[in-house]
Antibody
Framework: QVNLLQSGAALVKPGASVKLSCKAS????????IHWVKQSHGKSLEWIGY????????NYNEKFKSKATLTVDKSTNTAYMELSRLTSEDSATYYC????????????WGPGTMVTVSS | EIVLTQSPTTMAASPGEKVTLTCRAS?????MHWYQQRSGTSPKLWIY???KLASGVPNRFSGSGSGTSYSLTINSMETEDAATYYC?????????FGAGTKLELK
């Protein structure tokens, strides 16, 4: 069965960076795009961007272009998102999720990684 | 960016009651997708491409709409349906979500 296993919660200092992981299993990794979605505490969902694991092509929400960097390691079926220059506004739960190419609904979601930015 | 406005923000329904949640888009979209999120868990795909039920979703749920107006309907509210429901569009960059409707059990 499809599974997206995300890295554990992170506590990071303001100004630092953090790299989150999302390990996929139960399907062919390169057949689906991996997306990342932000959910601030008690609030709605924001789409950050996606990566095509097959080609490495990325597409970012303009709002997150200078904040997030998406990469993949095909050898381990793992997607990564690095968040840089962290501030309190980046404290949130981050989900990885997937779509089939050219289909824009998210059919499976990881459990989320909570990131807390605090000194 | 297309803004999705969900209404109501919060509502309570009794078991057996019919429930309708709406989602209005600031511009026309081809499809609307819906997600259910229970407290402390990740969202789950619930309805995709406006009216198709995701795997495992009970058939008391239905979706409809077109253009800028979409809805999710529960034919007969059950206890397990209490959750927050989000609409999402992927027709236009960037993908956007509504603010959610929190559905509670009365």
């Amino acid at each position: 069965q499809v599974n997206l296993l995300q890295s554990g919660a992170a506590l990071v200092k303001p100004g630092a960076s953090v790299k989150l992981s999302c390990k996929a299993s139960g399907y062919t990794f390169t057949d689906y795009y991996i997306h990342w979605v932000k959910q601030s505490h008690g609030k709605s969902l924001e789409w950050i961007g996606y990566i095509n694991p097959n080609s490495g092509y990325t597409n970012y929400n303009e709002k997150f272009k200078s904040k997030a960097t998406l990469t993949v390691d095909k050898s381990t079926n793992t997607a990564y998102m690095e968040l840089s220059r962290l501030t309190s506004e980046d404290s949130a739960t981050y989900y990885c999720t997937r779509t089939a190419p050219y289909y824009w609904y998210f059919d499976f979601w990881g459990p989320g990684t909570m990131v807390t930015v605090s000194s | 960016e297309i803004v999705l406005t969900q209404s109501p923000t919060t509502m309570a329904a009794s078991p057996g009651e019919k429930v309708t949640l709406t989602c209005r888009a600031s511009s026309s979209v081809s499809y609307m997708h819906w997600y259910q999120q229970r407290s402390g868990t990740s969202p789950k795909l619930w309805i995709y491409e406006t009216s198709k039920l995701a795997s495992g979703v009970p058939n008391r749920f239905s979706g409809s709409g077109s253009g800028t107006s979409y809805s999710l309907t529960i034919n007969s509210m059950e206890t397990e349906d209490a959750a927050t429901y989000y609409c999402q569009q992927g027709s236009s960059y960037p993908d956007t979500f509504g603010a959610g409707t929190k559905l509670e059990l009365k």
